[in-house]
């Protein structure tokens, strides 16, 4: 049963455009939303995250939207560079009344490669 | 400050050995999460840990797989009479608040066991 879905298992963008990665969930205990990025080798590195009561939230040059109606999340990063091409993965969490903060439920991940 | 450090970084047992993985985390975290990633697939929750007392093993296997976080020295995850399927990235996190956190994990660069 995979609760956090990245549909897209790769994405290819040219430097300077923006680069749209995509997350579906099916949990409605879901709260709270993260992207991790991961090079080859190396463990995953915290990016952004955002808290259901919100719909947006902006980091530099990634922003993660929310729509909770359709259980979807986006991570949009503008301008795209070389340095960021990684695998990508959404992760959530059901924090409320919980006590399992970093348990978290990941996607497959998407492969991102950014051209120069 | 040095980061999630986890060891051996690669693991190669044959069938019915047993692998021990550890995972020392950042300074002040007394939270411990293991994560372990099959070939091709997300990263998949094991099991959470405070300092002696394991809080959430929902997603650890029901025999072989054991942790533990003792008063002192690394965390642990002990995997027994290991088989194919056991060949995975393990990923230790750690985090050192949990109600009202932000939910962000700091990974380790993950144990490759490859089982023989």
């Known amino acids: 049963d995979q609760q956090v879905k990245q549909n897209s298992p790769s994405l290819s963008v040219q430097e300077g455009r923006i680069s749209i990665l995509n997350c579906d969930y099916t949990?409605?205990?879901?709260?709270?939303f993260l992207w991790y990025k991961k090079y080859p080798a190396e463990g995953p590195t915290f990016l952004i995250s955002i808290s259901s009561i919100k719909d947006k939230n902006e980091d530099g040059r990634f922003t993660v939207f929310l729509n909770k109606s359709a259980k979807h999340l986006s991570l949009h990063i503008v301008p795209s560079q070389p340095g960021d091409s990684a695998v990508y993965f959404c992760a959530a969490s059901a924090r409320a009344g919980g006590t399992s903060y970093g348990k978290l439920t990941f996607g497959q991940g998407t492969i991102l490669t950014v051209h120069p | 400050n040095a980061g999630v450090m986890q060891n051996p970084r690669h693991l190669v047992r044959r069938r019915g050995q047993e692998a021990r993985l550890r995972c020392s985390p950042m300074?002040?975290?007394?939270?411990v999460y293991w994560y372990r990633q099959l070939p091709e697939e997300g990263l998949k929750f094991m099991v959470y840990?405070?300092?002696?007392?394991?809080?959430?093993e929902s997603g650890m296997p029901k025999e072989r797989f054991s942790a533990e976080f003792p008063k002192e020295g690394p965390s642990i995850l002990r995997i027994q009479q290991v088989v194919r399927g056991d060949s995975a990235a393990y990923f230790c996190a750690s985090s050192y608040r949990s109600p009202g956190n932000t939910g962000e994990l700091f990974f380790g660069e993950g144990s490759r066991l490859t089982v023989l």
């Open positions: 300074k002040g975290h007394s939270h």
């Open positions: 949990n409605s205990m879901f709260d709270y």
């Open positions: 840990l405070q300092k002696e007392n394991i809080i959430d």
